[in-house]
């Protein structure tokens, strides 16, 4: 298989590079790991690919400023750690952090980014308030948060307005997750939202940002999640009303700290739960949470500074996605969301997953039910691993869970994503595909080319 790659350096290359309707995989900063990077070629090989032709969006111009109101507004790839310095400098915050900071936050439209202040602040499409795109024939469009996507042109004749009405009844059972198996289509700039550059590519964004608050980390040290995860639960029945007043609640458990420096394990032996805290709320928080946990005593509950804790909680999943990547497999991992009330059960069938022989860890967003278990398998353990995948991903249906919520569909989640589509979605799919890529030239090889299959 041939893999190409085109690179812009203005926008106006790009413009002209669209009107010749080449096929093409755009990107930002290839942090995905639902896209295969590191072997394309293998894994097109597989799918019968001719060839591949890799835009990337790297190069172009960029932009990082603030408009009168605070809101940030982002040209090229900026990436998270840009923009997050950029507002820091000016008083302000970004209100997403996804755990990758090189990630580009224009790629974050596109995949519909979320991380770990998305506990006290949501995803970042609620952060969006516009965004232009390049159509098909390389003409800017402009989307508004504040425009119902049932108003847009798009949605303006019978069958247009019907079928959104059923794909929008069918998302209701999603609502309470960040993101759900298929993306939400309520308002404009959701066209450009999780749509995973399907249908065009975003140029630029405009992001309400916060002030810059004053927090304070506290780490709670818990027993192994494996032996006894009572704790872990109290703890999350009890932040949960508290989403003002605590911007994150991260996890990472005691396995993940192989994979850590000695210098930066926080506490041997045990599970650590992570809460940021805004200042002005942290007696509160400590009164109506941290001392109602009584099963704690004081040297359990410690304050770690921030820089360490963002540390600690990049270096886990880069050196886990490194450790697959030497060990020849791809990354064995989940990125279920469920329900608050399915997340004792979310424990229990991750518990029923760490039993066996190969090795194992979990971390992820703790406060918003939604952890990441990771297989680590050697090349003859990943078949197996693959297998209870399977099995995980048949409760998660049974659950209406949200299988995908933070990662994306991309290119490797999509045989486990069949099986929550029904004819609603790929109708909208195909329906939006026709309107907006007519020649079928933005990655292509998306999910929303899927066909059902019997
Ligand atoms: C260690 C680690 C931690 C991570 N943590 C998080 C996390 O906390 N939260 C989270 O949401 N994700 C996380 N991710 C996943 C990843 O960082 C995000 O999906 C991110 O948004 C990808 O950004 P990127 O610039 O690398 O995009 P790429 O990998 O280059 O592209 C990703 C997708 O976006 C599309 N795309 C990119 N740019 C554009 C554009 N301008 N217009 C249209 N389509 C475009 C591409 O076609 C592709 O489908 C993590 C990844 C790693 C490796």
Redesign the pocket.
């Known amino acids: 298989m041939e893999i190409y790659t085109k690179g812009f350096s203005a926008i106006k290359d790009l413009k002209d590079y669209v009107r010749l309707s080449e096929p093409t995989?755009?990107?930002?900063?290839?942090?995905?790991?639902v896209?295969p990077y590191d072997r394309l070629n293998e894994y097109g090989e597989q799918q019968g690919w001719t060839s591949l032709t890799l835009g990337n969006?790297g190069q172009l111009p960029q932009e990082c400023s603030l408009d009168k109101d605070n809101n940030l507004i982002i040209s090229g790839?900026v990436t998270w750690k840009q923009a997050r310095e950029f507002c820091r400098s000016k008083g302000r915050n970004t209100m997403t952090s996804?755990?990758?900071e090189l990630?580009?936050i224009?790629?974050?439209?596109?995949?519909s980014?979320?991380?770990?202040r998305c506990f006290g602040y949501g995803t970042l499409r609620e952060q969006l308030l516009e965004c232009t795109?390049l159509d098909h024939q390389g003409e800017e469009q402009k989307l508004l948060a504040a425009n119902d996507l049932s108003d847009h042109r798009l949605f303006q004749n019978d069958e247009g307005q019907k079928l959104l009405k059923r794909y929008q009844c069918s998302y209701q059972q999603y609502r309470e997750f960040k993101n759900a198996p298929f993306p939400r289509l309520e308002k404009e700039t959701d066209l450009?939202t999780g749509t995973?550059?399907q249908l065009?590519?975003?140029?630029n964004g405009i992001f309400k940002t916060s002030k810059l608050e004053n927090v304070t980390y506290i780490f709670l040290a818990l027993p192994k999640w494996e032996e006894d995860a009572s704790i872990h639960l109290d703890v999350f029945q009890k932040v949960q009303g508290f989403r003002e007043k605590v911007y994150s609640c991260e996890f990472v458990d005691e396995n993940s700290w192989s994979y850590l420096s000695e210098d930066l394990i926080p506490r041997k032996g045990k599970d650590i739960v992570f809460l940021e805290i805004e200042n002005i709320y942290f007696e509160e928080v400590y009164e109506k949470i941290l001392s109602q946990i009584t099963q704690l005593d004081e040297n359990d509950i410690f304050e770690v500074p921030e820089s360490r804790c963002r540390q600690l909680r990049?270096e886990i999943?880069?050196a886990i996605?490194e450790v697959n990547s030497k060990m020849g497999v791809t990354k064995k991992g989940t990125d279920v969301q469920v329900l608050s009330k399915d997340f004792a059960g979310l424990l229990e069938v991750y518990k029923s997953m760490a039993k066996g022989d190969v090795a194992y860890n979990l971390f992820g967003h703790f406060g918003d039910a939604h952890l990441h278990f990771n297989f680590m398998p050697n090349q003859f353990e990943a078949a197996s691993c693959q297998k209870k995948l399977e099995e995980l991903y048949k409760w998660v249906f049974e659950v209406k869970g949200s299988p995908f919520a933070?990662?994306?569909i991309?290119m490797l989640k999509q045989k486990f994503i069949q099986p929550f589509y029904t004819d609603t979605q790929y109708e909208m799919f195909s329906y939006l595909k026709k309107s907006m890529d007519p020649n079928n030239q933005f990655?292509p090889q998306?999910f929303m080319n899927m066909r059902k299959t019997q």
């Open positions: 995989f755009f990107h930002g900063n290839q942090t995905s790991t896209i969006l790839p996804p755990t990758e990630a580009a224009l790629s974050g439209v596109a995949t980014c979320t991380g770990e795109y450009m995973e550059g065009g590519v975003v140029i990049m999943p880069r996605f933070e990662h994306g991309g990655f998306g």
